[in-house]
């Protein structure tokens, strides 16, 4: 399988739109209630917000390909640090995704290795994230990319109250 990974751009928005809503639903429906679900997806992953986002000159979107076909993406953003890192220049990896079918392909770890190049590119010392305490799979991969937790944050998913650790890495 040939994998490659492509900066976006504006032209970008829908796809990546369907994408982000595509697989948060994946990776979240399974443990939460259908109500809060479609809640979190009309309020704040809207097609319209996710055209936004990937227009905000603050977020950069990498795409990834199996093939030809979107595998999966990664958000990271600038000017959003956490109020618990205080270390030094850093930027979030806001969203990390990738398709069911595609994981355990190598889509995972080919964005967090661009994630990982951009942020020093960009001269960051400390790159960031939040993931939900219960997802361990996403926990493991994070931990053995070198993060480590510093903090929490609040999550509104719907109507539940989530906590989300926040986890970083020294570049």
């Known amino acids: ?84 890192l205080e270390d030094g220049p850093a930027i979030e990896i806001f969203r990390i995704y990738a398709e069911q079918s595609a994981i355990g392909k190598g889509v995972g770890k080919a964005l967090m290795t661009r994630c990982l190049e951009m942020a020093r590119e960009k001269g960051k010392e400390w790159i960031w994230l939040g993931v939900w305490e219960h997802n361990q799979r996403a926990i493991d991969f994070y931990t053995k990319w070198g993060f480590d937790k510093f903090g929490e944050h609040v999550f509104l998913l719907g109507r539940d109250v989530q906590t989300d650790w926040e986890m970083k890495k020294k570049l």
Not at 64 to 74: K, N, S
């Open 1 to 84: 399988m040939e994998l490659t990974i492509r900066i976006a751009d504006k032209k970008d928005a829908a796809l990546i739109a369907g994408l982000s809503r595509k697989t948060f639903y994946d990776t979240f429906a399974v443990h939460n209630t259908p109500e809060n679900m479609d809640l979190y997806l009309s309020q704040q992953m809207t097609v319209e917000s996710m055209i936004a986002e990937v227009e905000d000159p603050g977020n950069i979107f990498l795409l990834a390909y199996l093939d030809g076909q979107p595998a999966g993406y990664a958000q990271l953003r600038e000017g959003h640090s956490s109020t618990a």
